[in-house]
């Protein structure tokens, strides 16, 4: 996915590791601008891929249909920093939206009626402090959404000066790193051979920083 930055029209080409080919370009006439946080990866949610603007726009590319749109997000205030945002899948393979609006965490769901309408509607709101695994006073300091795995559901976490990863459907959290200078982070999965382990460790989701 690109930019036609001089008309800020998004444009999509697809490789096919089949034919060793690209397809045609495909674009849209909807203007659209990429966020602070551009170099964020797309999120996969049922046969579509998402990426998330600076405020509520997002582009969708029906990997089916082969067909790109921008559609709008969930009415997020604008106090609330680009890089609080995230999509997620929701339930029942609907589009989620996640902000991190401290003290609460809040998740928006995408429900399509059966005319194909499409709204936005609260889903879950969750307080920071219930959180179990984070400190207990944590209203100092930097609170951001850092990153997303879509594969575990785990989001990252800017406590203060300490990154934790969080479980969104057990909502708890483990402690990862401590620092003062990081911009994002990548989830990445280890594999390995049925049976073998390293250190007796087991197969495992793990997060990456920029710092």
């Given at each position: 996915m690109s930019m036609y930055r001089d008309v800020n029209r998004p444009t999509v080409r697809v490789y096919s590791s089949e034919t060793g080919m690209w397809g045609n370009l495909i674009s849209t006439e909807a203007s659209y601008q990429l966020g602070g946080d551009a170099d964020n990866p797309a999120i996969l949610v049922g046969h579509a891929l998402y990426w998330l603007s600076r405020r509520d726009a997002i582009v969708e590319f029906d990997l089916d249909g082969q067909s790109l749109a921008v559609i709008t997000g969930p009415p997020v205030t604008n106090d609330i920093l680009c890089q609080n945002h995230r999509i997620i899948p929701a339930e029942d393979g609907a589009l989620g939206f996640a902000v991190l609006s401290f003290p609460c965490f809040q998740m928006w769901r995408r429900n399509a009626n059966d005319h194909g309408v499409a709204t936005w509607v609260p889903w879950k709101t969750i307080e920071i402090h219930t959180i179990l695994g984070l400190p207990s006073q944590i209203d100092a300091g930097w609170k951001c959404l850092?990153?997303?795995?879509?594969?575990n559901d785990v989001v990252s976490l800017l406590v203060g000066y300490s990154i934790f990863m969080v479980q969104l459907k057990s909502m708890q959290s483990r402690k990862l790193h401590e620092t003062k200078f990081i911009t994002q982070c990548h989830p990445f999965t280890s594999f390995y051979t049925p049976g073998t382990t390293i250190n007796?460790?087991?197969?495992?989701a793990e997060m990456l920083h920029d710092t």
């Open positions: 850092m990153g997303y795995d879509e594969d007796g460790g087991s197969n495992r």
